[in-house]
RNA sequence: GCCGCGGUGGCGGAACUGGUAGACGCGCUGGACUUAAAAUCCAGUUGUAGAGAUACAGUGCGGGUUCGAUUCCCGCCCGCGGCACCA
């Protein structure tokens, strides 16, 4: 048994003291950036699922030093945001002052694991030092008319009494507190993510090392999508309609147009309306559905007729009925749609519910006709004028052009992505760095007089008035207009979480730089991520925000490259025992402080490694942690206690253990690389039993220590002094293979007959074709099966087989 | 509904570009050591039949391609994740 617990602490300490990962910048060296996501510290400290994302970085930290590389592998703190707020608010207590405890206990919970992160570059996002850079950014986006005061209706969370973004929301729900989300009207900053959405999307494909899944789920929620817009002239009146479809190919099936009821046509066309009272009840009635019934699929669609409003086809000139309906969204589009029952479902069941006509004008030869649902596939045109024999996709192009040239409509595209909701009502955050004065309009805090600190206040709690906490301060909000000098007010909206986090992995490269969020040359030698590494949660909010702010800093010049992050990989989560998600509610938590303390961190470093493909969710299992711990003793165990002698096989099969680990780390394949390991130290531990020797000299065992140390840096670094070494493992270089000592000298062969296996033979690595099948053929099972029996055909696969077909 | 990922022993999982299915680990069974237990060590562990050699079946289901399929193709079933009245 070796003693983890003095062993482990006396390397933490041993690096600590010899600054063994700060790193000096030295440029002339080839860099690598392995970052993981910062964690928000929690009152709950770590749960043993946390730190394995952490533990495959370090791997390749450690990995990469080894290979020559100066690596930059910083950690810190996301510390604004709501749990530290009510937790505040629940036992009055500065948020600051809770979070300065979490961050302390969180620190020597990473620092048991042996992380070989550079503290020197620790950040902390509720640092002014650090938001002063956050305020900047959102100044500058400012100053290009990226972050704009809005008054439209929000997402708004009746518990938390905040708005929200549209990504914080989970299933109409508040992705903090599970409350569901109401729609109100409030006065937000918003930032204009959709000016970027384009190049958010395209830009993906310039991401190969990016895994498929999570650019899909960005591709999703971008949701860009090709259409045309097309006015319908309202008869008698000067207004238009204007719709947007993807299928302008189906317009001579159109029946009838339909507006949302939020639209403001409707309120503009009031006069022209002869049943209003109805049609203001029927919006009144939407108004007090809640988003998630009114978004239900399987609920009925409602919706009332414009009596006295008719539109015009421009096509056609066929005058059509106008409706409101609840299944048409006013934050898409135009907020309105052109019907075409015959070719969309929606429109079809709210044509059957309402007996509206249903008008086919898309045919495909090759498919049966089913009259009982829409038939929402491509195909030829019929019934449709002059453009009737064209296939939907012609029509599409040439009906969009006929339009641009009676001018009537435009090729359009649409993205799903809402701009960025980025104000909270909350006091937890950055303040927003403006002034509102009453003569200027909205103001910039001059850059010099960043950052506008966030202000000590009597009570966290918030106001539900669309104002912070912050509000009641008056002689923080009562300012000087910077511009004119008169009495002027803060905006006292702070920042959402997602705000701090959106840069923080540039501040590493520079943290402690007061003149510039970063030194473009820091910037331009470190700069992309090489390796991000984090939950999958993040991929279409965190990963979407960063890489948003990212384009720009790199469209204002302050960054040198346009994605922030080359290799992006997600870590699959640790369930409890049970199979269940880790939390307090389901009492399934495992401390990785008892884990370390009984097993110790190498152990818990490997065996997170060991418990499957690394993306993939796994269920704990503490059995499993005691057997990466006999494995480990097994390592110890393998001291230089007998005399040495070389054996062919077990050099041959550490330099493939070499070689198998050098690249499954690199792949991510952890598991294997840990299997690999334990099968070299199985036949080692084999052959010392049997023999009562050394199967590899002292040379050779280091570099199967070299290969164990990123999993198990405490007792490699041991076993490696032990071995007389002076200075750290981690300061070695990374062991290579030799590819003559991989080649075995005898190949087996498998025989088959007709695809059965019947026998193996081992062969001399140089034997001929002839030699195989010969020897194969002579085998007494193989005899046994070709026995009375003509040989049809032999297939020798060199390497590998022998098979014969009779 | 759409998109993505997956389905292999009692369990977590492995299997290179189609070539010994079940590596490695856990668990379990038997044995050694011990007064006993733990720890450790040894043997076994996909199913069926057999004392065994061995034979047959077997990677969600049904087909196909191939000398040979967990791997490729077609059609299904189930699970997980994301998106969703987005026109």
Known sequence: MYDHRQIEKKWQEQWVNSHLYQIQDDKSLPKYYVLDMFPYPSGEGLHVGHPKGYIATDIIARKKRMEGF????????????????????????????????????????????????????????????????????????????????????????????????????????????????????????????????????????????????????????????????IEFKISNSEDIITVFTTRVDTIFGCTYVVLAPENELVQKLKASIKNWSEVEKYIEEVKNKTDLQRTDLNKEKTGMVLDGVLAINPFNQEKVEVYVADYVLNSYGTGAVMAVPAHDERDFEFAERHNLLIRRVIVDESKRVDFEIAYTDDGELINSGDFSGLSSKEAREKMSDYLVSINKGRKKINYKIKDWVYSRQRYWGEPI???????????????????????????????GTGESPLAAITDWVNVDCPQCGGQAKRETNTMPQWGGSCWYYLRYLDPKNDQDLVASDKDKYWSPVDLYVGGAEHATRHLIYARFWHKFLFDIGVVNYDEPFTRLKHVGLIMGEDGRKMSKRWGNVINPDDMT??????????????????????????????????????????????????????????????????????????????????????????????????????????????????????????????????????????????????????????????????????????????????????????????????????????????????
């Open 433 to 463: 760095p403006l002034i509102h004065c009453d003569k200027c309009g909205v103001v910039a805090v001059p850059e010099e007089n960043l950052p506008v600190i966030l202000p000590e206040v009597e009570s966290y709690q918030p106001t």
């Open 70 to 229: 100066q690596v930059l592998h910083p950690m810190g703190w996301d510390a604004f945001g709501l749990p530290a707020e009510n937790y505040a608010i629940k036992n009055k207590v500065h948020p600051k002052v809770a979070m300065d405890k979490n961050i302390k206990n969180f620190k020597r919970q990473l620092n048991l694991l042996g992380f070989s992160y550079d503290w020197s570059r620790e950040i902390n996002t509720t640092d002014p030092s650090y938001y002063r850079w956050t305020q900047w950014i959102f100044l500058q986006m400012w100053r290009k008319g990226l972050a704009y005061e809005s008054f439209a209706p929000i997402n708004w969370c009746p518990s938390c009494q905040t708005g929200l973004a549209n990504e914080d929301l989970e299933d109409g729900h508040c992705e903090r507190c599970g409350t569901l989300v109401e729609q109100r009207p409030m006065r937000q900053w918003v930032l204009k993510i959709t000016d970027y959405a384009d190049r958010l999307l395209t830009d993906l494909d310039k991401l190969p090392d990016w895994e498929e899944a999570i650019k899909e789920m960005q591709r999703n929620w971008i949701g860009r999508s090709e259409g045309t817009e």
């Open 597 to 806: 303390e009984r097993f110790g961190a190498d152990a818990l470093r490997i065996y997170e490694m060991f418990m499957g493909p690394f993306d993939q969710a796994a269920a704990w299992n503490t059995n499993g942690l005691s057997g990466t711990r006999k494995f480990l003793e097994k390592v110890n165990n393998t001291s230089f206690d007998l005399s040495i002698k070389e054996d062919r096989k077990i050099v041959s099969l550490l330099h493939k253990t070499i070689k198998k680990v050098s690249e499954d780390i690199n792949e991510f394949h952890f598991n294997t690389a840990v299997s690999a390991l334990m099968i070299l130290i199985n036949a080692i531990t084999e052959y010392r039993q049997a023999k009562q020797l050394s199967p590899l000299t002292r040379e050779q065992w280091d570099s199967f220590l070299q290969i164990l140390s990123p999993f198990a840096p405490h007792l490699s670094e041991e076993l490696w002094s032990q071995n007389g070494h002076e200075s750290s493992i981690f300061l070695s270089s990374w062991p290579i293979y030799e590819e003559k000592l991989i080649k075995d000298e005898v190949t087996n062969y498998i025989i088959q007959v007709n695809g059965k296996l019947r026998a193996q033979i081992e062969m001399p690595a140089e034997a001929s074709e002839d030699e195989v099948i010969t020897k194969a053929k002579a085998d007494v099972n193989v005899v046994k099966w070709l026995e009375g029996k003509e040989i049809k055909k032999s297939i020798y696969v060199s390497g590998r087989l022998v098979n014969f077909v009779v």
